[in-house]
Antibody
Framework: EVQLVETGGGLVQPGRSLKLSCVASGFTFNNYWMSWTRQAPGKGLEWVASITNSGGSTYYPDSVKGRFTISRDNAQNTLYLQMNSLRSEDTATYYC???????????WGQGVMVTVSS | EIVLTQSPTTMAASPGEKVTLTCRASSSVSYMHWYQQRSGTSPKLWIYETSKLASGVPNRFSGSGSGTSYSLTINSMETEDAATYYCQQGSSYPPTFGGGTKLELK
């Protein structure tokens, strides 16, 4: 059974940093691209970042480019999202997602809440 | 970036009723994917590559479409189908989602 378990969320002040982690199990982690997708309270879904199976390439939308960094440790079956210079508009539930091909998200974690507020 | 517009935004259906949700893309896409999100839970992949049902999805669901117009159809509404449904395209970078259709039970 595929499982994605996120940790690391919480309350953080604007301008500060936070790092999310996602431990994957139930599949061969290093065979899959992985992604983060977020959902602001009461809003829709937004893709945040993706990383290739080797970790050699990363992809971001303009809304987080230069502030967020996705990375992975294939030996530990773990995905990360380093979030810097956080803004109030980054407040959301962040989901760790496995990427299927052609570019859909076939498994989702339970999500972790990030609140950016002073 | 391709903008996806879902309609209606909200709707209610009675048990047994046929339901059709629509997703329109601002430019042509090759495939459309759909997700179901029940209240308080994570989204689940529901339909991928326009018409393929994800594992465990009842066959009363179907997907169709091409170009800029796609739809998700429920042949006969059941209680458990009440949820928000999102469409998503991955044909053109960046991947984008529609705003969602909230489907309620009448």
């Amino acid at each position: 059974e595929v499982q994605l378990v996120e940790t690391g969320g919480g309350l953080v002040q604007p301008g500060r940093s936070l790092k999310l982690s996602c431990v994957a199990s139930g599949f061969t982690f290093n065979n899959y691209w992985m992604s983060w997708t977020r959902q602001a309270p009461g809003k829709g879904l937004e893709w945040v970042a993706s990383i290739t199976n080797s970790g050699g390439s990363t992809y971001y939308p303009d809304s987080v480019k230069g502030r967020f960094t996705i990375s992975r440790d294939n030996a530990q079956n773990t995905l990360y999202l380093q979030m810097n210079s956080l803004r109030s508009e980054d407040t959301a539930t962040y989901y760790c997602t496995r990427r299927g091909n052609p570019w859909y998200f076939d498994y989702w974690g339970q999500g972790v809440m990030v609140t950016v507020s002073s | 970036e391709i903008v996806l517009t879902q309609s209606p935004t909200t709707m209610a259906a009675s048990p047994g009723e046929k339901v059709t949700l629509t997703c329109r893309a601002s430019s042509s896409v090759s495939y459309m994917h759909w997700y179901q999100q029940r209240s308080g839970t994570s989204p689940k992949l529901w339909i991928y590559e326009t018409s393929k049902l994800a594992s465990g999805v009842p066959n009363r669901f179907s997907g169709s479409g091409s170009g800029t117009s796609y739809s998700l159809t429920i042949n006969s509404m059941e209680t458990e189908d009440a949820a928000t449904y999102y469409c998503q395209q991955g044909s053109s970078y960046p991947p984008t989602f529609g705003g969602g259709t909230k489907l309620e039970l009448k």
